[in-house]
């Protein structure tokens, strides 16, 4: 929990999916509602986002790989956390405690420490209606997961254009500063 001098810290994880490249705004915003705000990026998650304009915006690198044990840490401890965007992939390892990647195992303690998550799923319209997703989602809510996704806007080829939600997440901000779950 934060102390009353200290911001609170948001880890933002982004996923491989074009909404990583809108990341900057929302970080920003997240900084402007008093969040210390850090990116964590997947490895490919780090082939959509802009790494030098979110550390200067940050001022903390963006991390993506597991640091040697020797090395000391260069974030803060989180309080809270965000996943924008989640893939298909991220999501369904993510239920099943696949830690993988760094995102994956800073997600996975998030859940054991029960920390506030806020995570908006970004796969592609038949993905979201794929049975393993489904459950997955499931879980994630059965864990205290806030879930944001709207399948009728997600990508799809015959549908409207896809619209991420970044105003539904950024609305969610407020209500993750309460600290961890209980």
Request: proline share 13%; with cysteine; glycine share 8%.
């Amino acid at each position: 929990m934060p102390t009353a001098e200290s911001q609170p810290v948001l880890y933002v994880v982004a996923c491989g999916a074009f909404p990583a490249r809108q990341l900057a705004p929302f970080v920003g915003a997240a900084r402007r509602q008093g969040w210390d705000a850090c990116v964590i990026a997947t490895p490919d998650g780090m082939k959509f986002l802009d790494a030098p304009r979110l550390a200067e915006l940050t001022g903390h690198p963006v991390r993506s790989q597991y640091k040697h044990p020797d090395e000391p840490d260069v974030l803060p401890p989180p309080d809270a956390f965000v996943v924008a965007p989640a893939t298909f992939n991220t999501i369904n390892k993510w239920a099943q405690g696949i830690s993988d990647t760094l995102a994956l195992g800073l997600l996975n303690e998030a859940i054991g420490l029960g920390l506030p998550i806020a995570a908006a799923p970004w796969p592609n319209a038949p993905l979201a209606r794929h049975p393993v997703f489904r459950r997955s989602i499931a879980t994630l809510a059965g864990w205290g997961v806030r879930v944001i996704l709207d399948s009728g806007r997600l990508p799809d080829a015959t549908a409207a254009p896809a619209v991420f939600p970044w105003d539904e997440l950024r609305a969610e901000l407020p209500h993750l500063k309460g600290g961890p779950h209980v």
